[in-house]
């Protein structure tokens, strides 16, 4: 797969084992004598955690004998107590053969990059790293997105030699003033680094780090692009082909034309009506003439919108989801933990439990209503803490994530998703409920949605049923 011949998106089910594919292939190619620097951009960091686990338990069996690791592979995130340990193994070790990391993280240490020869550059989760707006989404949006390109995007094309404006950019992220603005460079002395003859280096010598160049600034780099997703579509090609990513067509590889979703995995859909109801989602009427379906589900928006700008003073679950007082959030972040409870004693799922709240919401708040119904729920980084967390071991691990903070991590023994609110998209969706049913295990999925207004929500979730050709079962402890 890593070769300078052929550019590669790769879009295949959830669960199919893209990204370790994609660390196997990588850590094979590193350790070719010939090889030069890998980036293999994530959109999270428990994902960028996870590979530096799996990278660890591979090198530990297949080459014991690379000692240190970190000559090999390196990851770099935010947040404590990860950065201080960064930049002291950058400091002793150098840049290694694969950089592991964040959009935000790499973009802040850019520079580092400016005088290593990197060959390849793969971007898992690609969509999620680039943020693009989705099919519906607003004029404004669109605008908004051309204009403040995610730090993804403006990574990868500062990485790939691409004039982007990068310092007027800068500005965007860290809300500074443009004449104040200047790329902000890794705290560390470059200096410092440890580096191998140069000669050595650029034979692939030494196992260490990539070769040491010094590149013009500005001038476009001819590197090896593997970009994986498995909602990957033709928005995010058209990109990658306007801004000259590459100079070569991408070569798809893909299982399905169509987004495939697991074989193995029950999909529920609960609908709360209001406090009293909560009821299966009704079942989907479908068009007579389906090659019109996207032009019911734009009407259907289209309508939505428009009923967005009325007032807003209604109950809770016809509310917008957008536009909940903080006491109509009260009520649906209660609710929500009971019935998140109901479906937890119900179910009884014997592995782990991952409920999904809305980015937006409270989550420490909402682990504390989980809690006053018996739901112990850990933080979903808890997993890659070395501290224990507390409680939840006896019925099985319930772990309370948003959809960008579990965007592409594995989690092997995974039964049960609990999705509490309405998913973003069709996409959103296929993500959210991937996280289970991987590598061809069983899964149960269960939806819990607000009615909307004129059943809006419940027709959002029959269109995404549609769409992936699911037909939600009943669930039978509800009436």
């Known amino acids: 797969m890593l070769s300078r011949r052929n550019n590669i998106l790769v879009r295949q089910t959830t669960g199919t084992g893209k990204t370790l594919g994609l660390v196997i292939a990588l850590l094979s190619y590193s350790l070719q004598p010939s090889?030069?620097?890998?980036?293999?951009?994530?959109?999270?960091?428990?994902?960028?955690?996870?590979?530096?686990?799996?990278?660890?338990?591979?090198?530990?069996?297949?080459?014991p004998e690379i000692k240190p690791r970190y000559r090999v592979l390196q990851r770099f995130v935010s947040g404590s107590p990860y950065e201080s340990e960064q930049k002291r193994v950058l400091k002793r070790h150098g840049l290694p053969k694969i950089v592991v990391g964040t959009p935000r993280c790499l973009l802040e240490m850019a520079p580092v990059f400016d005088d290593v020869l990197v060959d390849t550059v793969v971007v898992d989760e690609i969509d999620a790293v680039?943020?693009?707006?989705?099919?519906?989404?607003?004029?404004?949006?669109?605008?908004?997105?051309?204009?403040?390109?995610?730090?993804?995007?403006?990574?990868?094309?500062?990485?790939?030699?691409?004039?982007?404006?990068?310092?007027?950019?800068?500005?965007?992220i860290e809300g500074r003033?443009?004449?104040?603005?200047?790329?902000?460079?890794?705290?560390?002395?470059?200096?410092?680094?440890?580096?191998?003859?140069?000669?050595?280096e650029e034979n692939g010598g030494g196992g260490g780090g990539g070769s040491v160049v010094v590149r013009e600034l500005g001038r476009r780099r001819e590197v090896q692009l593997v970009v994986s997703s498995a909602t990957a579509n033709h928005r995010l090609r058209?990109?990658?082909?306007?801004?000259?990513?590459?100079?070569?067509?991408?070569?798809?590889?893909r299982d399905t034309e169509a987004i495939g979703m697991p074989s193995d995995t029950q999909h529920f859909c609960l609908v709360i009506d209001n406090e009293e109801s909560i009821r299966n989602i009704a079942p989907r009427i479908v068009s007579d003439d389906e090659n019109h379906q996207d032009d019911l589900?734009?009407?259907s928006y289209a309508r939505y919108q428009e009923r967005k700008k009325q007032a807003d003073k209604q109950n809770p679950w016809v509310s917008d989801v957008m536009r909940r007082s903080s006491e109509q959030q009260a009520t649906v972040m209660q609710l929500m933990a009971e019935v998140a409870s109901n479906v937890l004693q119900a179910i009884q799922p014997r592995g782990t439990t991952i409920l999904f709240v809305r980015s937006d919401a409270?989550?420490?708040?909402?682990?504390?209503?989980?809690?006053?119904?018996?739901?112990?729920?850990?933080?979903?980084?808890?997993?890659?803490?070395?501290?224990?967390?507390d409680g939840g071991e006896e019925a099985g691990i319930v772990y309370l994530a948003t959809e960008e903070a579990a965007r592409g991590i594995d989690i092997p023994d995974t039964e049960l998703v609990l999705i509490l609110d309405v998913p973003k998209s069709i996409s959103s969706y296929?993500?959210?409920?991937?996280?289970?049913?991987?590598?061809?295990?069983?899964?149960?999925?269960?939806?819990?949605?607000?009615?909307g207004r004129h059943g809006w929500y419940e027709s959002k979730m029959q269109a995404i049923f549609g769409s992936l050709q699911i037909t939600p079962q009943n669930a039978p402890f509800v009436e």
């Open 35 to 63: 090889s030069n620097t890998a980036v293999l951009v994530v959109p999270n960091r428990e994902l960028a955690l996870q590979i530096e686990g799996w990278a660890d338990k591979l090198l530990q069996r297949a080459y």
């Open 130 to 172: 680039l943020k693009l707006p989705g099919k519906y989404a607003s004029t404004k949006q669109v605008l908004l997105r051309k204009e403040k390109p995610a730090p993804g995007q403006l990574f990868i094309e500062h990485l790939l030699g691409i004039d982007t404006g990068m310092i007027n950019q800068r500005e965007i």
């Open 177 to 200: 003033g443009m004449q104040q603005v200047r790329l902000k460079k890794v705290r560390l002395d470059r200096s410092k680094i440890k580096k191998k003859d140069e000669a050595k």
């Open 238 to 253: 058209n990109l990658i082909g306007a801004r000259q990513w590459v100079s070569k067509p991408l070569v798809v590889l």
């Open 297 to 299: 589900v734009v009407s």
């Open 362 to 389: 409270n989550s420490r708040q909402f682990a504390d209503v989980l809690r006053s119904y018996g739901v112990v729920a850990r933080d979903i980084m808890t997993r890659y803490s070395d501290q224990p967390a």
């Open 430 to 451: 296929v993500h959210l409920s991937g996280r289970t049913g991987r590598f061809g295990r069983t899964g149960k999925v269960l939806t819990v949605v607000p009615v």
